[in-house]
């Protein structure tokens, strides 16, 4: 028979195909972004709340704070530094007001980054203390990144129009919540179970939102250029 660590590690590659299905979902945005070199009502958050949900999580899954879990540090490493290229498309594409926000936001996250590394790394000396202070903060990290489109969805009920709402992100944060949390399940992890069931909540919320506007959408309306981040 199957043992669980196999069924767990083909669950984590697949974790990590939908993750960078969730990562790269973003596209269709960017490329209409390049297009009208304008962000349109497009909202940053998603994107700089994940920056730092990835850099916290890459940390959390090297050996040295948690073992056996190579499949969390490969994808989020990578979803690091694409969102870092989506963060600044977005810096480039905007008015001065929103870049300085965008900017302020983005340096104050790599600055946390780098004091939560060089301080755990230096006074916590065993990879299980090390997991008990760095698991709450990525599951911090990891709701908000979750939840980031709460600013979307708002606009999405007030607007009653699903166009700044990109399907595929809504779609993809759903399935990402599902695999991930089954990932933990077969090994049980808290740190990871936690802001991943709540994602599938998310996402799912998202995706009822996507149903009842869908067809009150009118996609060929007017970009509101004074929309703020």
Known sequence: MVNTNTIRTAVGIIGNVISFGLFMSPVPTFISIFKSKSVQNFKPDPYIATILNCGVWAF????????????????????????IFYTTVFFVYSPWNKRRKIMLIFLAEIIFIALLVFLVMTFVHTPKERKVIVGPICIVFNILMYFSPLTVMRQVIRTKSVKYMP???SFTNFANGIVWTAYALLKWDPFIVIPNGLGTLSGLTQLILYVMYYKSTNWDEEDETSSNI
Do not use: K, M, R
């Open 167 to 169: 399907f595929l992100l």
């Open 60 to 83: 959390y899954g090297l050996p040295f704070v948690t073992p056996d879990n190579t499949l969390v540090i490969s994808i989020n490493s990578f979803g690091f530094f694409l969102e």
